[in-house]
């Protein structure tokens, strides 16, 4: 563990959110936004959502971190996602990039590798199949889902730990890649996450849901942003875990959505210093 | 009961879908997008939303099943339709089309109406005022309702049996017509279904919901198409049932269409060919 | 308290909601349009959603009246609200506009200043940001929410009545700007409202979904607007006072949301009566 990373702790991260109320300007699909915005209040930021080429200049100067999702992208959108991108960029605010689908269509394949490209996200979140199209133009997406012959699995975490090292190193970026078992890294340190449970994959989004929480994070975290990716890394699959212990006989996915961002809503530091499980390589 | 309808049991169609999780491409409203896809979830398919000409074709592709619904539809996503339905059909795989609000608009009955022309949809689920709309030109949509001069009763249900089998003849496609009783026909056979509660109606989207779950019930059913769409309308009319079972004291409709949704997470087959309530004609 | 006042009392406005059962034609942003329908339906409206330019002529025309809510507007969009605007207004419809966001950016601010002088709705709800930057064209909104600068307290109470009745006179509308405090008024008399809980700012869309309540409200009594829109603001207020006392332990803002929609599908004229804090100045 070097010692950038004591600088700061989860908790520490969670109560700058909590301190700073970050508004986070989100260009994001339909199917989740409901949910994202609500996540982005529970968790304690401010959300605001626009796509239309015309106003995301605007939108996104007054805000201090853009959230870029490419899940139900359009050329309307798209275009949105450039200048809101690109001003950011010029203002200094974080800029977080989810490459929903990325491998699954050659239009969300080049779009997520453009925004890299022009745009130089600070943070990437994806899963393995989506970060790997992007790099590497390769992967087997199964639709906005992982394919399961792509996973972070204990027997390749040593592969996967350097891999995700390199694409950080690479882009320039903090690369968050979650699954199973979740990896966030920048060029030189791993946090390797155990937190969260197999049915939130059951819920639509909830990998939407941790991109907002991400820009927040990193937002009101500007100095530690890697530290900042993790806790929300962290919280996301702590509050599955205390929103599934609070199912009850007939309960099923929907109320457990409604449970997780409840969670979320209640996190404090010291709930979330004790429910984590990391380390970091 | 004609021969053909004894090869699968209601139940077994649930099992193929919890075997195969269908992956279905949503073309829909973003009203109801994130219920749809939370349905798909909880009913063991998958999800992916798309809507961009430029991306439906790639996306249609590694699908099992498209479903086509022209709720909030615009100009962008009425060419994503089309482009998606042909390389669905192309492919062989189901495709159904819920023509959400037919008969309320010249835009929307000539937009449903060029679809079954050109696509030729597996499946078309509607209200009454709908799928007369649709076939006819005719019938009184009261929004997105079906108006109460339209409608299924014990009184005319032998004509509309009739109707039903007639409308899937001319089609070449199963017919779902839901409303109080429902309706689910292909030329030969007519499933009459009873399940349900008149509270469903107070929620937004049950019937968008259903389309989705129509969809994976044929994606992996593909023989018996009839019998899969009637086990889907089953599923939903009695997740309504045990979901209202489980209301309590302060509980409204927001509560309610969680409780649904939970409901069809948590059904088996043996749950279901208990609880489906229907005949055969 | 005018005469013109004691004519209808809040707990009429909602039988009358319930009696007439009100379709609402709601051109609204994909944030929380789903909350929106399930609200009007609880309220006892009837919802249909649409922004096509092709389509909303013939939707609105069926409809008693319109919601325009600019948040996550587009270019399609702004043409939609003009198309549907001038068409309710040739129909004597009630019109809404919630100016989301006038005030954050350009295009907000002037889409909204167009509609109010093309259109020329019946009411106006916004929070008092929002409501400033319509009329000065100034006002400091901080993305979506009221600056803290600009808000409605009892040190200014005098000054914010005259000054929301001088834009009531101004625009010939009913204006409800909604905070702490709560104003409505037309020309000649403001309501005071004291209803709802601060925990309602930590769900998306709490405005969103008034506004869509008061369309239905102002259509279902046409002739005491400025009441409806007085009997939606404190039915909403209320909701989320019943709404909170039903809250247990763990329970977060995605459990509120269920439980104010559930109040609201389950008031009642007494209730809502009883409950209701307002005076009239």
């Known amino acids: 563990m070097s010692e ?5 702790t989860l908790g520490e991260c969670l109560e700058n959110v909590h301190a700073k109320t970050p508004l986070v300007h989100n260009i994001t699909n339909y199917v989740t936004v409901n949910d994202v915005a609500n996540v982005l209040l529970a968790c304690g930021g401010s959300p605001i959502m626009s796509d239309e080429p015309k106003d995301v200049y605007d939108i996104t100067s007054i805000c201090g971190g853009l959230n870029i999702n490419i899940g139900t992208l359009n050329e309307r959108s ?59 133009g390769t992967g087997t997406t199964k639709g906005v889902d992982a394919d399961s012959a792509d996973s972070v699995t204990e027997d390749n975490l040593d ?21 199973a ?11 390797v996450i155990r937190n969260g449970r197999k049915e939130m994959s059951r819920i639509t989004g909830t990998g939407c849901q941790l991109s907002g929480i991400a820009t ?7 100095d530690n942003k890697v530290d900042a990716v ?22 099923g996915n929907s109320t457990y959505r409604n449970r997780i961002i409840d969670a979320i809503f209640n996190m404090d530091a010291k ?11």
């Open 4 to 8: 950038k990373n004591l600088k700061i």
């Open 78 to 136: 798209i275009e949105a996602m450039m200048i809101a991108g690109l001003r950011s960029k010029e203002l200094g605010h974080v800029i977080l990039l989810d490459p929903v689908g990325a491998g699954a269509s050659m239009l969300r394949t080049k779009t997520a590798q453009s925004i890299v490209e022009s745009v130089k996200p600070d943070i990437i979140r994806g899963n393995i199949s989506e970060i790997k199209a992007l790099i590497k």
């Open 159 to 179: 592969d996967m730990v350097a891999f995700v090292k390199e694409v950080a190193a690479k882009t320039d970026a903090v690369i968050a890649i979650t699954g």
């Open 181 to 191: 078992i979740d990896l966030v890294a920048d060029a030189d340190v791993c946090y």
């Open 216 to 222: 927040a994070y990193a937002v009101a975290n500007p």
């Open 230 to 251: 993790a806790a929300a890394v962290c919280l996301m699959g702590l509050a599955g875990e205390i929103g599934w212990s609070r199912m009850q006989e007939g309960d």
């Open 271 to 281: 709930t979330l210093e004790e429910g984590a499980k990391y380390e970091i390589r």
